[in-house]
C-alpha cells in the first residue's frame, strides 16, 4: 500500500519515527500531509519542507482523495481522522507495518534492544556511509552528518544485489516483528513498555520472535553477558554470533566474539556461517580496535555490534575503527546544548529506563570525576514509575544532585496515574541519596535550576518527554 499510494496522510506526525516516512514519502514525489496535537520542532521541519501540518484531529484533515492513512502506535482507535477515513473506505496501516512494507525492498540490518539501539543504529549509519555502502537510514535520533535528519535514502544495491537498509528497530508492541530483517542486532533485553507486554517473560518472548524471523541466510548478533538475551537465539533458523567478556561461561568457540577492554576478538579467526543463500567460511580478523569517540563502558559495547555488523558485510577493519571512531554522538543522546548559565556544562539525555540512567551518569562521571553534577530526570509514565519504582531509587548515585519534575502523563489510564505520585519517588531516591529537590514542570525547574547553578559545575537534563525543550528556557 505505501509503495502504490500518491498522497498521504500521517496522524500523530509530529513523532519522530511517523515524521521520518512522511519526509520520505515527500522526498519521493508523493503527497504527504499530517496532524499532531501540537507544535514542535518537528513539525516545523516538516513544514519546511513543503509538508502540510494541522494542529489538532479533525475529522476534516481526510478527504476522499487520500490514498492512504497512516498512524502512530499513540493515535486512539476512536480519532477522528481515523474514523472519517474509515467512513471513506480509505486504508489505515499503523507505522510499524509501513515501515514493514518499506523494508521489503532492501536486504536490512535491524538493530534493536531495550537501550543503546540509538546510539549503535547512528554508529552503524556513519560507518556504512564513511563505507561507500550508500544505505537508506530510519533512526530513532537524529545525525548532523545526515543533515541533522533522522533518515536517509539510498539509491545503489550494495548488499547482495540490494539496497542497504538500516533500521532502528523499536519493540513497543512488537513494532519491529512488521520488519523483513536479514540481520538482527539484539544490544539488550532489560525491562520496558510494560503497560504494553504486561511482564518481563512476555517482553523476552518478543524478542524470540524476532530472531525467529530472521531467516536461515540471515545472522543473529547477541550480548550472552545481557541475562535477559541468553537463549533468544536457540529456536531461530538463523545462524548467531555472541558477543560476551566471559569466554569460559557462554561462549560457544566457533560462535562468538570476545570484547577484552577495547579490543574484540573472535575465538577462531575464522567462523562458519550460512550467508548469503550458501554456506561458506567467513574471515575475520584476529583483533579488532574498539575505538568510540563517545564516553561511557556501555559505548564500548555498541561499538562492538556495529563493528561485527561491519564485518559480516564485509567491510575492512580499517573502515570500522574509522568510522566507529567518526561518531561524534547524536540528538538527545549526551547531547552537549548552549544555555546562558554561567561556564555550568548543559547535557540533554533520552534516558528514561533506570539502567539507562545509571550507565550514563557513570559515564559522565567519568568523564568529569571532579565536578559537581546535577541530574534533571523527568519521570514518565506513571505505569512505568510504579513497576520500576526501587530501580529508579538507585539510579542517581554518580550525582550531587538530584531535581526531579513531576510525572509526566503519557499512555496512562485514571486507574494508572492512581498507582504511584511523585512524592513516592523522590522518597525513594532518597532513600539512596541525601540530595534530591522536586518542581513541577518545565518552566518551574528552569527557574530552580537559574537560583542554584552557583552550586553546579555539569547539569544532565534526562528523560523522554518534554524535559527536552528545558535548554530553551535557559
Not at 533520552?350 to 565536578?371: M, N, S, W
Request: overall charge neutral.
Amino acid at each position: 500500500m505505501l509503495k502504490e499510494a500518491n498522497k498521504i496522510h500521517f496522524i500523530g506526525i509530529g513523532g519522530i519515527g511517523v515524521s521520518t516516512l512522511a519526509q520520505i514519502s515527500n522526498d519521493q514525489g508523493k503527497t504527504a500531509t499530517g496532524s499532531d496535537i501540537e507544535d514542535s520542532d518537528h513539525i516545523h521541519q516538516l513544514q519546511k519542507e513543503g509538508i502540510k501540518v494541522s494542529i489538532g484531529h479533525k475529522a476534516e484533515n481526510i478527504d476522499k482523495d487520500h490514498d492512504l492513512i497512516v498512524y502512530s502506535y499513540a493515535i486512539e482507535k476512536e480519532n477522528p481522522e481515523l474514523t472519517r477515513a474509515r467512513e471513506l473506505g480509505i486504508p489505515t496501516i499503523t507505522y510499524p507495518e509501513a515501515v514493514g512494507e518499506f523494508s521489503q525492498d532492501y536486504y536490512t540490518v535491524s538493530i534493536t534492544g531495550t537501550h543503546g539501539k540509538s546510539t549503535t543504529t547512528s554508529m552503524m549509519a556513519i560507518l556504512a556511509m564513511d563505507a561507500g555502502l550508500d544505505p537508506t537510514i530510519i533512526l530513532g535520533t537524529k545525525l548532523k552528518e545526515m543533515g541533522d535528519k533522522n533518515y536517509r535514502i539510498g539509491t545503489k544495491p550494495s548488499i547482495n544485489g540490494k539496497k542497504l537498509l538500516i533500521v532502528e528497530a523499536c519493540e513497543f508492541r512488537n513494532a519491529f516483528l512488521y520488519y523483513k530483517t536479514d540481520v538482527l542486532a539484539v544490544i539488550n533485553v532489560d525491562s520496558d513498555h510494560l503497560d504494553f507486554f504486561k511482564t518481563q517473560e512476555n517482553y523476552i518472548e518478543a524478542f524470540k520472535k524476532a530472531c525467529n524471523q530472521v531467516p536461515k541466510d540471515g545472522l543473529i548478533i547477541v550480548d550472552s553477558d545481557d541475562k535477559w538475551s541468553r537463549g533468544i537465539w536457540t529456536k531461530a533458523d538463523a545462524p548467531f554470533l555472541k558477543i560476551t567478556s566471559k569466554p569460559n561461561k557462554y561462549a560457544t568457540c566457533n560462535k562468538s566474539y570476545l570484547l577484552e577492554g577495547r579490543t574484540l576478538t573472535p575465538n577462531k579467526t575464522r567462523i562458519k556461517v550460512e550467508t548469503h543463500k550458501y554456506e561458506k567460511e567467513k574471515t575475520v580478523s584476529p583483533k579488532l580496535k574498539i575505538k568510540p569517540s563517545v564516553p561511557g563502558k556501555f559505548n564500548i559495547r555498541n561499538s562492538a555490534f556495529t563493528a561485527v555488523i561491519g564485518q559480516y558485510l564485509g567491510l575492512t577493519d580499517e573502515q570500522i575503527e574509522k568510522g566507529i571512531t567518526k561518531y561524534k554522538g547524536s540528538w538527545r543522546r549526551m547531547e552537549l546544548k548552549t544555555t546562558s548559565l554561567n561556564e555550568i556544562k548543559f547535557y540533554d539525555d533520552y534516558a528514561h529506563l533506570p539502567a539507562e540512567i545509571d550507565l550514563t551518569l557513570e559515564a559522565i562521571r567519568d568523564e568529569y570525576p571532579d565536578k559537581k553534577i546535577l541530574a534533571v530526570f523527568q519521570p514518565h509514565q506513571f505505569v512505568r514509575i510504579k513497576l520500576l519504582l526501587k530501580e529508579f531509587g538507585a539510579a542517581f548515585s554518580h550525582v550531587d544532585g538530584v531535581l526531579i519534575p513531576d510525572i509526566l502523563r503519557n499512555r496512562d489510564t485514571k486507574e494508572q496515574m492512581a498507582m504511584i505520585g511523585t512524592p513516592e519517588l523522590l522518597d525513594e531516591i532518597r532513600k539512596n541519596h541525601d540530595n534530591v529537590n522536586h518542581t513541577t514542570d518545565i518552566p518551574d525547574t528552569a527557574k530552580w535550576i537559574k537560583t542554584h547553578e552557583k552550586e553546579y559545575d555539569i547539569i544532565i537534563a534526562m528523560g523522554s518527554g518534554n524535559i527536552k525543550k528545558l535548554y530553551k528556557h535557559l
